[in-house]
């Protein structure tokens, strides 16, 4: 077991949670609609099981990826905390106001400090994709804190 | 006849107004990203697919298309010039491309790749454009049985040929395929849609194709500070890339044999630029007089790598319309928006929507011209400012993704879940499983389930045989029992070729 690590788990664990609260979800479906994705279940279960066998014999132990670095760690989290942070509160911020928070949190956090580019890109950024979604495409961005400083 | 006023009609639209601007708009996009390594063939055409939402189905496929058709001529600008490969189907293109830039003959090498894309690629779409018919006409006679297997094949295929471990390339498919299988049924029941309504219509695929393929990729990224480290800078010669042209056309059976090579690949379904780019750079040399000049700096294994793999593209493009089975990553966003604008390909799309399909092929066919242009004019320029830094490229384009995911509906839901795939996409990658057999798998669901039910329903009681009776269902069993065996004796022999090595 001397291979197993935390991030090695992370998919078999979600395939398997996913495969166990699908069934939790669909177990009364009639046979025709039931029939398919049993057999890709136990299909997938099975690969699984044979994926564990493999492990448990070593010969995937020269595919392991390599150590990641506490430092390289913190970015890749960091790349994914804080747009989820922001996100919670998007309908507040609004889209706007989003994208520049989010565009500067992740350019100090990815180690860009020149004021210029720190200035430039989020502003730039929360502009060029306001116009583009909201004018070109429609969407619906909600305006937030955009809102009520026009108002 | 018939063929002359569909391709008349096809013309006439791709020239029209929009869509030539579409066609102009894609290509140098493409080619931007597809010089950008790290930033593969399916992330460009997956972070690019939210601004079709509301352009017409023929621009916003012209669009995708052209971005498709250029980001293989990007891939290989970087590929010769830092020994860098754009997108991994320009990874054959790399060994002889970079070994040229060492020994001082960068534009001939440029010219000629450039050259031999342009006419793997015309002549693949020709083929398509003579053939998408007949193909057509041939996948109308097949049956739910047979649509389903096909379907299946897709997930099938990608473990057999793919890279990884073949249980965790299948054990990706068949994840990819129960994701595809919540929503609705066909018998009106509503399966795993865990109490939402976001999920009654089944899982979208948008946010699954930005998760698995953009932000999965975005996350790896943030390991590094540049996306490509210069290594020396290179000065502008337009002239001597343009005198690189003759090399190609110098080497008329080598541009054939790829080309075909490419488009019979395409034609596999979820097969790929990739394997069609290796093929071909291992068949030329072993048809060469000079099979030791290979990977020092052989003209004749760019001019094969570069044909095959944009031969690759019409073949691959074909297969997705005709059989709605993604022939490639690339094409199977392409189908993504296909379905997102309502229309259903099949065999059906080709007499039920000519001017689409036949527009599509010619904006195509334009798009090598385009292609040529931009890769000339910027391909030097393009090298020196790829030293994007991620500070500047991964904030940028995760804001991009998210906008793009929630335009599609205006839903956040949509948003958690691209986020929530591409944590599990950056997983898969760091651990041998793949990410285009999910993508594949959420894509097919939804075809092979209803075939199923079809097939229950048209057969009755004794539906089962039916794969086993009808010729073409048993041809395909056998061709995925061939390819399953094919993995089963790679994997084998894979440890003992890597003991040997160490």
């Excluded at chain 1, 430039?120 to 116009?131: D, F, H, K, Q």
């Excluded at chain 1, 979604?133 to 955009?146: I, K, Y």
């Excluded at chain 2, 904030?395 to 599609?408: D, E, R």
């Amino acid at each position: 077991m001397k291979n197993l690590s935390v991030g090695g788990l992370v998919v078999p664990v979600t395939m398997l949670s996913f495969t166990l609260a699908y069934w939790w979800q669909a177990y009364g479906l009639s046979f025709e609609a039931r029939l398919f994705p049993l057999a890709l279940s136990l299909a997938l279960l099975t690969l699984m099981a044979g994926n564990l066998v493999q492990f448990l014999r070593h010969r995937d132990s020269r595919q392991q990826p390599e150590k990641t670095s506490r430092h390289i760690a913190r970015r890749r989290a960091l790349v994914v905390a804080l747009p989820v942070l922001l996100l919670l509160a998007w309908s507040q911020l609004g889209g706007f106001v989003f994208v520049w928070l989010a565009v500067l949190a992740l350019q100090w956090a990815l180690g860009e400090r020149r004021p210029i580019s720190l200035a430039a890109l989020p502003l730039g950024s929360a502009v060029a994709l306001y116009l583009l979604f909201s004018t070109l495409l429609h969407a619906r961005v909600p305006m937030g804190l955009l809102g009520v400083l026009v108002n | 006849m018939e063929l002359l006023n569909h391709v008349m009609s096809g013309l006439e639209a791709a020239l029209g107004g929009d869509t030539i601007l579409f066609a102009v708009l894609g290509s140098a996009l493409g080619i931007l990203v597809g010089a950008t390594p790290g930033l593969s063939s399916g992330m460009a055409v997956a972070v690019l697919l939210p601004l079709t939402f509301t352009m017409s189905p023929l621009s916003g496929l012209v669009f995708l298309t052209s971005v498709y058709v250029a980001v293989t001529y990007g891939g290989a600008i970087t590929a010769i010039m830092l020994n860098t490969p754009g997108a991994p189907e320009n990874a054959a293109t790399a060994r002889d491309g970079y070994a040229l830039t060492r020994q001082g003959r960068s534009s001939q090498a440029l010219g000629a790749a450039i050259a031999a894309s342009a006419i793997g690629g015309t002549l693949s779409y020709f083929m398509m454009l003579l053939g998408i018919g007949a193909i057509a006409s041939v996948a109308l006679g097949f049956g739910p049985t047979e649509i389903f297997l096909v379907a299946l094949c897709g997930v099938m295929i990608l473990g057999a040929l793919g890279g990884g471990s073949l249980i965790k390339v299948l054990a990706s498919g068949m994840f990819g395929l129960l994701v595809g299988t919540v929503g609705m049924v066909p018998t009106g029941e509503w399966r795993a849609t865990f109490g939402t309504m976001y999920l009654v219509e089944g899982v979208q695929v948008v946010p699954v194709l930005i998760g698995m393929f953009v932000v999965s990729e975005l996350i790896e990224l943030a390991s590094r500070d540049r996306v490509v480290e210069m290594r020396k800078h290179v000065p502008g010669d337009v002239r001597a890339i343009v005198r690189g042209f003759g090399e190609a056309p110098r080497r008329p059976f080598n541009i054939l044999r790829s080309t075909g090579l490419g488009i019979l690949v395409g034609l596999i379904p979820a097969a790929g630029g990739t394997l069609a780019s290796f093929t071909s750079y291992s068949l030329a040399r072993r048809l060469s007089k000079q099979p030791e000049a290979y990977g020092k700096g052989s003209l004749e294994g760019i001019v094969a790598s570069e044909t095959a793999n944009n031969a690759c593209s019409g073949g691959a493009l074909t297969v997705s319309l005709v059989l709605g089975v993604p022939g490639s990553v690339a094409t199977a966003v392409i189908l993504g928006a296909l379905t997102m604008q309502g229309l259903q390909p099949g065999p059906q799309i080709v007499s039920q929507q000519p001017v689409l399909v036949y527009g599509l092929i010619c904006a195509a066919i334009l798009s090598q011209a385009l292609m040529v242009i931009f890769a000339v004019i910027t391909g030097r320029a393009m090298t020196s400012a790829l030293a994007i830094p991620t500070r500047m490229l991964i904030p940028v384009l995760l804001m991009l993704s998210i906008f793009g995911t929630y335009a599609l509906r205006n839903a956040m839901f949509d948003v958690w879940t691209m986020l929530a795939f591409g944590v599990l996409g950056f997983f898969m990658k760091r651990h041998g499983y793949s990410t285009a057999a999910v993508v594949m798998g959420v894509i097919l669901a939804p075809v092979a389930d209803s075939e199923l039910i079809r097939t229950m329903q048209i057969f009755g009681n004794g539906w089962y045989t039916a794969f086993f009776t009808r010729p073409v269902s048993l041809l395909i069993i056998l061709g995925m029992l061939g390819c399953f065996l094919h993995g089963l004796l790679k994997a084998r022999r894979r440890p003992r070729v890597v003991e040997e090595a160490s």
